[in-house]
């Protein structure tokens, strides 16, 4: 968020935060909810790249497009086994995962 927004919401007497914060998620939380998003993007890239549709990846792993749309958005109910799986159906390697799960922003 840019600093002027920032200090016109908190001057309106709106408090600024995080999304973990919001939630009320552990640092533990908030690394597995983003190495989710990383594997997630990791996928929808991956399946762009090897022109399939979402259809296509469906049949390849035996699941449902709808699935497959839930595992690219970041659906909650979405495993991360669910999503290594479907990568590695996509000819990920395990080191195309940990680089996709290395992007995961670092909390300083």
């Known amino acids: 968020m840019r600093a002027d927004k920032r200090e016109r919401l908190e001057a309106a ?3 600024v935060g995080s999304a973990e914060e919001f939630l009320g998620l552990s640092p533990q939380e908030a690394d597995y909810v983003q190495v989710k998003l990383a594997l997630s993007l990791a996928l929808r890239e991956r399946r762009l790249q090897s022109e399939l549709t979402q259809a296509d990846l469906a049949r390849l792993v035996q699941s449902s ?4 749309a839930k595992m690219e958005a970041g659906d909650p109910g979405v495993s991360v086994d669910l999503l290594m ?3 590695l159906a996509l000819g990920a390697s395990p080191r195309d995962l940990a680089r996709a799960i290395d992007s ?5």
């Open 13 to 15: 007497g709106w408090r």
């Open 65 to 68: 497009q709808s699935r497959i």
């Open 85 to 87: 799986k479907s990568l």
């Open 104 to 108: 995961v922003p670092r909390r300083d």
